[in-house]
């Protein structure tokens, strides 16, 4: 019997039992449907992400104090570690020890909440230099300034507030001189930030911006960093800057080797790699895990196909009768499952791509995240593929019981 003819008696069975078809392919639906919207989500989740980091821009450099972390169990080594202090930014801003570097700003964060008259807001609190966050990000105060670098001398109790803490705290009245209270000490707002969003890792609306030595000394109660931001001439000097840093630092620390480095520096490429390594991980796991619905429902598959050869004993015995030989019948039973599954993965890379789209949209307009959409080809490519390898591995053993039947006992099979 010719290909031709085996594809159209495979297509006829199938459209015979729609009912019972729809169920077979279910599950390969739903796996492909769920593998599609992971990677979707993933690949969207790396982009925002990236965009995120790109906003610092290339030329930034970060130094964080510890070893650099190489799993969970390092974190709290590295949030607490204390080896940053002001004698190394002193070092750092030499130019015979970093010639490249153009700015440099320390950073402390400060956890808790703020209130006034009663109303009371957790915002995201820094201790920082504020003309550094302005150039860096590209965002100043729409109503009052940046606390200079006289206030950070000083250790002046002066804040520069987001939109939204503003809103919060003060409603529609003016904020602009007022004293807010973090910690039981007053704070003079100076500035309000427009109304701006996430720009980086910040939301610009919720933050609360404090001179990072009135932090360290009447807050934090610290005489370290969380962190130390530094800007380069370009990035094409970035990788030299990093060599210039870690000499320096090493130097400040009596560090003799690179093993016994007490802080860790990141580059914009680096964050990059981390993100999409950890990504990349994060959504090959969960479509591992999703991939083990596929082998349920090629199981499914198989346990259908078994009660299909059953239901049509008389079919296969009248088809072997006019000449089918085993090779035929097994053929039309294997292009069947095929077919299934392979419309499933179909299906399911079509849900898979409009339930994306609707969480992109979802995300974007509902809180004010740039998620980009992404279509992912590969996995879309994958999905067929896979849904077709199912329904011929789990379809091999139907159509053997199939083309094993006897003619004459096939056709007085009641």
């Known amino acids: 019997m010719i290909f031709r003819h085996l594809l159209t008696a495979s297509f006829v069975g199938i459209k015979t039992h729609k009912t019972r078809s729809a169920l077979t392919i279910l599950g390969i639906v739903i796996g492909i449907t769920s593998i599609m919207m992971i990677v979707s989500i993933g690949h969207g989740a790396e982009d925002l992400i990236l965009k995120e980091i790109g906003g610092m821009g290339a030329d930034m450099v970060v130094i964080r104090p510890g070893k ?23 070092a750092l801003k030499k130019k015979s020890n970093v010639p490249e570097l153009v700015d440099i700003a320390p950073a402390v964060i400060v956890t808790g909440t703020v209130s006034y008259k009663g109303e009371t807001y957790r915002p995201q609190m820094f201790g920082w230099v504020a003309e550094f966050m302005g150039k860096t990000f590209n965002i100043y105060p729409e109503e009052g300034v940046f606390f200079s670098e006289d206030d950070i001398k000083r250790r002046a109790s002066v804040v520069v507030i987001g939109h939204k803490v503003k809103e919060e705290l003060f409603g529609m009245s003016d904020a602009l001189g007022k004293n807010i209270k973090i910690k039981d000490r007053n704070f003079k707002v100076v500035g309000v930030f427009p109304k701006k969003g996430q720009v980086a ?55 003799t080797g690179s093993e016994k480095d007490d802080f860790y520096v990141v580059t914009q490429q680096g964050l990059v790699d981390q993100v999409k390594t950890i990504l990349g991980i994060l959504t090959a796991f969960l479509s591992s895990v999703v991939a083990i619905s596929l ?3 090629g199981i499914g598959v198989m346990n259908i196909m078994l009660v299909s050869v059953t239901e049509r004993t008389r079919e296969i015995g009248l088809r072997k009768a006019l000449g089918a030989t085993n090779k035929d019948i097994s053929t039309q039973f294997i292009l069947e499952a095929v077919i299934l599954t392979g419309v499933g993965g179909l299906i399911g890379i079509f849900f898979g791509a ?61």
Do not use: C
């Not at 650099?68 to 607490?80: C, M, Q, R």
């Not at 994306?356 to 490519?381: E, G, K, Q, R, Y």
């Not at 199939?402 to 099979?413: D, G, Q, T």
């Open 68 to 90: 650099e972390p190489t799993g969970p169990s390092d974190l709290a080594d590295t949030l607490f570690a204390d080896s940053l202090k002001k004698s190394d930014i002193s």
């Open 201 to 255: 890792f910040l939301d610009i609306d919720e933050v609360i911006i404090i001179p990072y030595t009135t932090a360290q000394a009447y807050l934090l109660g610290i005489d370290h960093f969380h962190e130390v931001m530094v800007k380069a001439t370009s990035a094409d000097v970035v990788n030299r800057t990093v060599q210039d840093i870690e000499l320096t630092l090493r130097g400040t620390h009596n560090i």
């Open 354 to 414: 409009v339930l994306s789209f609707l969480i992109s949209v979802i995300l974007t307009n509902f809180f004010a995240l740039d998620w980009p959409f992404s279509f992912p080809l590969f996995a879309a490519a994958l999905g067929i593929g896979v849904s077709s390898l199912v329904g011929l591995i789990f379809g091999i053993y139907p159509a053997k019981q199939a083309a094993k039947k006897s003619p004459i006992e096939a056709l007085r099979y009641e």
């Open 295 to 297: 082998v349920v429902a």
